[in-house]
Nanobody, 122 residues
Framework: QVQLVESGGGLVQAGGSLRLSCAASGRAFGSYGMGWFRQAPGKEREFVAVISRSGGMTNYVDSVKGRFTISRDNAKNTMYLQINSLKPEDTAVYYC???????????????WGQGTQVTVSS
C-alpha cells in the first residue's frame, strides 16, 4: 500500500516556474514506476511524464518536452516535476501515480494522489 500526497501547485504567470512534489508513504518506494498526469477543466486526464523505478529513464508527452523535468529521490520517497516556461494551457490539476506492475514506460498505475492545482495566468 502506498499513499501519495502532491504539493507545490499554485497560481503563476505565464513564463514562470513551479516544482511539484509527490511524497510517498509506505514501503518500497523504489519498486514503483511513477508518473505525473494532469486534468484540465472539461478535459480528460492526460499523461504528462513517467520515470522508471531507479530514476534512470524518463519520458514525456510531446507538449511538455524541454519544459518539464521529472525526477525522483528514492531515499526521500519523493518524486518531483520541475515545470518551466509555464503556459496558460498548462493549467490543470496535476496528479502523481505509482505503478507496481508493468514495465517502463507503460506502468500499471494502482495508486493515485489527490492532486495539486496549477493555474497559469496570461
Amino acid at each position: 500500500q502506498v499513499q501519495l500526497v502532491e504539493s507545490g501547485g499554485g497560481l503563476v504567470q505565464a513564463g514562470g516556474s513551479l516544482r511539484l512534489s509527490c511524497a510517498a508513504s509506505g514501503r518500497a518506494f523504489g519498486s514503483y514506476g511513477m508518473g505525473w498526469f494532469r486534468q484540465a477543466p472539461g478535459k480528460e486526464r492526460e499523461f504528462v511524464a513517467v520515470i522508471s523505478r531507479s530514476g534512470g529513464m524518463t519520458n514525456y508527452v510531446d507538449s511538455v518536452k524541454g519544459r518539464f523535468t521529472i525526477s525522483r529521490d528514492n531515499a526521500k520517497n519523493t518524486m518531483y516535476l520541475q515545470i518551466n516556461s509555464l503556459k496558460p494551457e498548462d493549467t490543470a490539476v496535476y496528479y502523481c501515480a505509482a505503478g507496481s506492475g508493468g514495465l517502463f514506460p507503460r506502468y500499471e498505475y494502482n495508486y493515485w494522489g489527490q492532486g495539486t492545482q496549477v493555474t497559469v495566468s496570461s
